[in-house]
């Protein structure tokens, strides 16, 4: 009887809390009665089992629990909701989705992805989607059973999510089934949504005997087939088909007038408008709702109606400030934007305030207020900076960039204008390399890596298939070990896009042209035994006009100037890079400086060419094909470079005080050398030559242990050191591998080393934690660039890719090199070659890279008196080709 009475008191709880959040009242006391009488019963429950006489059992009860949390964030607000009270919101609701069964689960998920959804954290949503319906999401829609409208909305709300990530197309492939299924039922349409016509459909079933749970569940799926023709409609628009955007949402209208949402058809036709430019068309548009968005307050408003004017309100701004601007009104352009950034401060959407920014910016440039522009502009970089921080894989991060790319392009073109060298900065910065130095700032946070539960299961599987993906290979059966490394891929995708650590640097600023400056400026006193002389930072952004070129010296200086390479330079890196994409590139033809007669001051500014000539070090960031040119060689004004200046290349400026390296105590090397596979042929047999030599240059206490050669070079062995935990004080730990390296074109996370029993790929090396903080790549092609996924970039995020993939040409200027997997791993310098060397070059370099390094010299030191002990033996280019794309990369 006592369960009994606890199980009742929680269905007047659930439905006292419900009238409240349904009447629009605060909830907070009525939602914390409710849990704690819920937890309190289940606990009953647990303790003394399910009587018979308890109508509502502990699946009931924790689905109630379940359907207050899902509809808590959405209820009256009585404070501010942060990103913190949701995850722990939606960390306290996980007690109870154990307890209750699978249609229950999807349903409370759903819930969630539709929160998700219209918050704009669309990647959050997507994986919820993958969560609620696993693969291989195309079972048919299930007309006649309970969930069938649950079916079709996991499916409608997986395409919106993909519609907001930018991957409209990927939308509309998941849609047309959907579509095509849902027409079946309804070949009329959607059912208006309205609740006469609800009633009417009801009474009508009655009237003939029928069964009205039946038009219940005609009615959900109707809301599901308009839902999916609203994603259909904005999918075209962005896949450039805007006549059939328009024609949707006109068919749609009749929808949202009877579900009181006209103002959502009436804002997205004027956007169709705005995008022919037909401005007048707009306006009218804008007009019929501008009673709802030009109130000052919600008081009137139904909660749909007052939802709706606070989600799209800054919406509608935008859209008033793009038409006063096309007619040049541009006071009355900012003043909307002015009023837009109202609605923003009450709800937050960096993806609006960035179009906001935009308007404003552009406004003050044609009033002449330059200073104005730039500032408005720099606001929108940031802006722009917040919608995609985190790396979702490389589908997702390429379309983000190629839909954003013609405003990054805009506000790149006014910072060159205008010689604003810090916000071209900030612009190039984000297009090179920013999710890498985000990752990389949450590598060296010092915070836990992946400590959470679902974290640690997901590392656990990427080792098992790992070693599924060795045992296929072993067994000769190609197509498995194929089909493994691609669910490997998606899994690490995940991984690195659910990391925990993100929320940490949710709010970290772009590009900060004062810290790197700073750096620069302590740069000579940062460590000892770098090259004295000032150290200055090079960025080059390659553009269809040229180079843009930015150069940070340590008086505080940022500078920005263009070069545009002569037809005969062009000429010289086309055929450089045809040469480096054969099959069996000619080494005599990798030296490009020597061979075709170019110098520094051929693709920058002779100015900065000879400032950068004049100093010690300097940090190189280059962009695009720049990276495969073989920078340890270039030339100025006939001399190379490297003979008084050490150089170090870096993926964009933001990674450069992330990759400062100040060594803690001298040199302690792992030596690992690929002399033999395990069936005994031979590799490198002159690798084993240089490891019995360099142990006696280092001396007793300069080796972790004995160098790993022959049959103990294992996949394991590397493993292991890839393992091995946080840096150790008191000495500077060096890792060295030797071998072969392989590079693969279409996948960015399968280029590798072999060992004597395998290969270890680049995206193990990324799951690495390792005590190393140098680390000595004795192999061809292991800092080369992947442009391309073949596989379509599509991950675990994405759902199941297409059946015949096109490949994925990579936006941005990702950094996916092996090199750069092993800085996540924790390296801080680097020396590896984006292009085939010459084993006995290359080991040669590498051995006099030790004895400088041995000696006291920093890193980059060490390998410019390297570089210069091998110029000096022979500087004819025929020679240095072979050895010429040994690169320093790293910042000290």
Not at 126 to 148: I, K
Not at 163 to 168: A, I, V
Not at 620 to 633: A, E, K, N
């Amino acid at each position: 009887m006592e369960l009994q009475s606890l199980a009742a008191r929680c269905g007047e709880l659930s439905i006292e809390y419900w009238r409240a959040a349904d009447a629009g009242l605060p909830t907070r006391q009525p939602f914390e009665r409710l849990t704690a009488q819920g937890r309190h019963t289940l606990a009953a429950l647990r303790q003394h089992g399910t009587s018979s006489s308890v109508t509502v059992g502990g699946s009931g009860i924790a689905g109630m629990l379940l359907d207050a949390y899902g509809r808590e964030p959405t209820t009256h607000q009585e404070g501010p909701r942060t990103h913190r009270w949701l995850r722990e919101h939606w960390s306290a609701a996980e007690e109870f989705t154990a307890l209750v069964g699978p249609d229950k689960l999807r349903q409370y998920l759903a819930g969630r992805v539709q929160y998700e959804l219209g918050e704009g954290r669309a990647s959050e949503a997507l994986a919820l989607v993958d969560r609620a319906d696993p693969p291989p999401h195309d079972e048919p829609f299930p007309a006649t059973a309970p969930s069938a409208a649950l079916h079709g909305d996991l499916r409608a709300l997986r395409a919106e999510a993909l519609h907001q990530l930018y991957d409209s197309r990927t939308a509309l492939e998941v849609l047309g089934p959907l579509e095509a299924e849902l027409r079946t039922l309804l070949p009329d349409g959607p059912i208006l949504d309205s609740a006469s016509e609800a009633q009417r459909r009801i009474e009508a079933e009655f009237a003939r005997g029928g069964d009205p749970a039946g038009v219940v569940r005609l009615l959900e799926t109707s809301a599901v087939y308009h839902r999916v023709l609203d994603t259909k409609a904005g999918a075209l628009r962005d896949t450039g088909r805007p006549e059939e955007a328009e024609r949707a949402y006109v068919m749609l209208m009749p929808q949202y007038t009877a579900s009181g949402l006209e103002a959502v058809g009436h804002l997205q036709l004027a956007r169709c408008a705005l995008d022919r430019a037909a401005v007048e068309e707009a306006r009218r548009r804008l007009d019929l709702v501008a009673q709802l968005f030009e109130t000052d307050h919600d008081r009137d408003l139904t909660a749909v109606r007052a939802h709706l004017r606070r989600g799209r309100g800054a919406t509608y701004c935008a859209m008033r400030a793009e038409t006063a601007r096309m007619t040049r009104r541009h006071k009355q352009a900012l003043d909307w934007c002015d009023r837009g950034a109202d609605f923003l401060t009450a709800r937050p959407d960096a993806s609006i305030a960035a179009i906001l920014h935009t308007e404003q910016a552009r406004s003050h440039q044609a009033l002449g207020e330059q200073a104005r522009a730039a500032r408005y502009y720099r606001l929108t970089v940031t802006a722009l900076d917040r919608v995609l921080r985190i790396s979702l894989g490389h589908r997702f991060d390429t379309l983000h960039l190629r839909f954003r790319r013609p405003l990054f392009e805009e506000v790149l073109g006014f910072a060159e204008q205008s010689g604003d060298a810090a916000l071209a900065a900030v612009v190039t910065d984000l297009l090179k390399a920013r999710a890498f130095s985000a990752r990389l700032s949450l590598t060296r946070s010092g915070a836990p890596n992946g400590q959470e539960a679902p974290a640690v299961q997901d590392r656990a599987a990427f080792a098992d298939l790992t070693g599924d993906i060795a045992q296929a290979e072993r067994q000769g059966r190609p197509e498995d070990a194929g089909r493994l490394r691609g669910k490997r891929a998606e899994l690490l995708i995940r991984i690195r896009a659910v990391d925990p650590r993100w929320h940490l640097i949710r709010d970290d600023p772009p590009f900060d042209p004062d810290r790197l400056t700073h750096f620069l400026a302590q740069y000579p006193t940062g460590a000892p035994g770098s090259r004295p002389g000032r150290c200055v930072a090079l960025s080059l952004y390659e553009r269809p006009e040229g180079l843009l070129t930015l150069l940070a010296t340590p008086d505080g200086r940022l500078r920005s100037g263009t070069c545009r390479p002569t037809e005969a330079t062009r000429h010289a890196l086309d055929a450089y890079h045809r040469e480096i994409d054969s099959v069996h590139p000619d080494p005599a033809r990798l030296d490009f400086w020597g061979r075709h007669g170019v110098g520094l001051a051929d693709l920058v500014p002779a100015a900065f060419a000879d400032e950068i000539a004049d100093s010690g070090t300097c940090l190189l960031s280059p962009h695009g094909r720049l990276h495969d040119l073989p920078w340890t060689v270039v030339r100025h004004r006939g001399r190379h470079l490297v003979r008084d200046t050490a150089l170090g290349v870096v993926p964009n400026l933001s990674c450069v005080p992330l990759l400062d390296h100040r060594p803690d105590g001298p040199i302690q090397a792992t030596l690992v050398g690929v002399t033999e596979l395990v069936d005994g042929s031979a590799l490198f047999p002159q690798v084993g030559r240089a490891l019995r030599i360099l142990p006696k240059a280092l001396g007793p206490d300069g080796l972790f242990g004995e160098p790993l050669t022959g049959p103990a070079a294992t996949v394991a062995a590397l493993r292991g050191l890839l393992e091995s935990g946080p840096p150790r004080p008191g000495r500077t730990a060096v890792l060295q591998v030797a071998t072969h390296g392989i590079r693969n074109p279409g996948a960015p996370f399968e280029t590798c080393v072999q060992m004597a029993d395998g290969y270890l790929e680049t995206g193990e090396v990324l799951m690495g934690r390792m005590r190393h903080e140098e680390v000595v790549l004795t192999a061809c092609s292991t800092s080369f660039r992947t442009g391309a996924d073949h596989s379509g970039g599509h991950g675990a995020l994405a759902g199941p890719g297409p059946r015949e993939p096109e490949p994925l040409e990579l936006a941005g200027d990702v950094a996916n090199a092996l090199v750069h997997a092993f800085h996540e791993a924790g390296a801080a310098f680097v020396l590896a070659s984006p292009v085939p060397v010459w084993p006995r070059l290359a080991i040669h370099h590498s051995f006099q890279w030790f004895v400088h390094r041995a000696a006291g010299c920093a890193p980059l030191e060490a390998a410019r008196r390297a570089a210069v002990a091998l110029l000096d033996i022979d500087d004819s280019p025929r020679q240095t080709g072979n050895w010429a794309g040994i690169t320093a990369y790293g910042a000290r």
